[in-house]
């Protein structure tokens, strides 16, 4: 028998037939929870219920598709560990789990709201419009790892300081993960990091090392006098 369903929340609390009260969370419920926080744009919370309940995180993508791609800063910024990133390009699936034969196929049906284009090759207009450079498979949208892959790696370059972040990984496996897989683009943004990381420590040197030089230069003079 249910008992409560706390506000807000997707667990429901059940009473046994012996009196013991225990807590579930209906697989419907954590689905409609995460396509509502997705209508609203609230993606870290779409990102904890998925993650928590081990929902297909094709999902987070494939809901209202091509959206993702036009929102894909604000879901970097709202799921910042880049191995999370990493976890989500790693999961993409050419087909959508939302059109018919896939896992969440039923879904529009049982929480009665219209489906738009939720194929995963449909809506081909998008990724161009959200400024995303790729190769034509990645801008026309009809390759959606491609096309995620290539949006999110834009939305993390936007980010200052990204590769003191830790998000060099996740550049690297937009790359990698792309079909087909750009390896050249991976190892060139590598070659940018490490190039940089040497200007970086050259320049530092060289301000230390004027710095000492000064130093030295005046502890002489103070000597002389």
Known sequence: MVVASPWGSVAVVLQMQRGNLEGISPRLLVLAAICHNLQH???????????THRVDLNLLVDYAWPRFLQHADQVVQAVTDPADLCD??????????????????????????????????GGRTV?????????????????????????IRHAVLQLSGRFLKGHLKTVVMSYARSDPQSLEGAL??????????????????S?????????????SSSGAV
């Not at 070659?191 to 040197?205: F, H, L």
């Open 188 to 205: 060139c943004a590598i070659r940018d990091v490490k190039e940089a990381a040497v200007k970086r420590s050259s320049s530092s040197n």
């Open 88 to 121: 989500l390009m790693a999961a993409l699936k050419q087909d959508s789990v939302l059109q018919l034969g896939g896992l969440y196929c039923t879904l529009a049906d049982r929480l009665g709201w219209q489906q738009q284009d939720q194929a995963g090759t």
């Open 127 to 151: 990724v161009a419009a959200a400024g995303v450079a790729g190769s034509s498979s990645d801008t026309d949208g009809s390759n959606k790892v491609s096309a995620v892959c290539a949006a």
């Open 41 to 51: 744009e609230q993606y870290a919370q779409a990102w904890g219920l998925a993650i």
């Open 207 to 219: 301000s230390n090392t004027i710095a000492a030089a000064g130093a030295a230069a005046s502890c």
